[in-house]
DNA sequence: TAATTAGACAACAGGCTGTCGAGTAATCTG
DNA sequence: CAGATTACTCGACAGCCTGTTGTCTAATTA
């Protein structure tokens, strides 16, 4: 039975927790390796073993994000035969509240903007069971309304986090369906 | 007469748009000062006579940007007594046209997403002139519906500016009115 | 012409990065 | 259970980048 593996995940986990409270207080480009490795406890040289470099590790954290989302979506959301746009803002939003100091910092103003659009690519699937228009749009134009409701609909969802006294999402979901997207669902 | 500020302008400009060509393709943290000087053509300590660091570059572009988009505001849109959403819109996009580069890099991937934050943040007074609900909203329904539209809207308009040979300014500010925004206006 | 100022630079100290080889502890094998 | 192997961690090194200081040159001023 080998159980050094188990000490190898334990010290990723170490490593990315370190770094994840750094970079909630500061941006990225000024965090050092050294105070990643100071605060958890192990050689910079360890640090090494298991991430190319800074970046690295906020990748692996976004890979992991994007996975979990992605798995919903794939598990829970496009095998609906009828899909409901509410319910599937509410699964939404209840993992977006999970998540919520993840998505805080890496949807924020020193967050990464490539997750953003990555983002946006797996969250694009389930929007596009949703969005019509009253008239016939060129392909050119429903790209760009669809890039419209996934922009200003996952913004919406950030600021909503952002302000933990404010909604439930019981109140929240009928917002979003009735006063904001009214004119395309 | 003093001819040595012009130098001066000169130098910093030269040193900019090095910066701005680096900036262009690759992610400003891997991008280094002795990079800049070298293709700007001086010593690297002069960098240090102008900016305080490569961010200050990028902050100084960015406020001058801002600027821009500041007085533009002031001066023709705000103005109006009969504002029409429509003329502003056009007004708007051709500001963003004549920007585009610096537009499409500083909100794409590899952008800075404080950058962003600032934009919305100039661009909200005018939203507020045009954005109505047929229900009263609460004064936090309100904002997340401003938030939608504000973040909506600059994506839109990004995507728009992505592709050059797609609509024109006059095509697109009335399926922007009619199709997009619709439900608001 | 002499003094002052602006502009540019070479050189230095200090910090961070990425790597390599050595050391220690845990696991496997005969 | 003893010796070999593997997993894991660390100290140390070379090289690059940063930010600053003092110096040199050329232009401006008096």
New binding site residues.
Partial sequence: ???????????KANIRQAFWELYAQEPIEK?????I?DRA??????????F???YDVLAQIEDNLLDVLEQLINRRLLRESEPDFSEHMGVFLELARRYSAQFLVLLGDRGDPAFASRFKQVLAPILDRFLVSERALSPREAALLHEFYLSGLLSVVVAWLRDPQGMTIAEFVPFIVNDVCNAHL
Same sequence: chains 1, 2.
């Fill in positions: 039975m080998n159980k050094q593996p188990q000490v190898t995940e334990q010290t965090i050092t390796v050294k105070q490795t406890g192990y050689n910079r040289a360890t640090f090494y073993l298991y190319k470099d800074i």
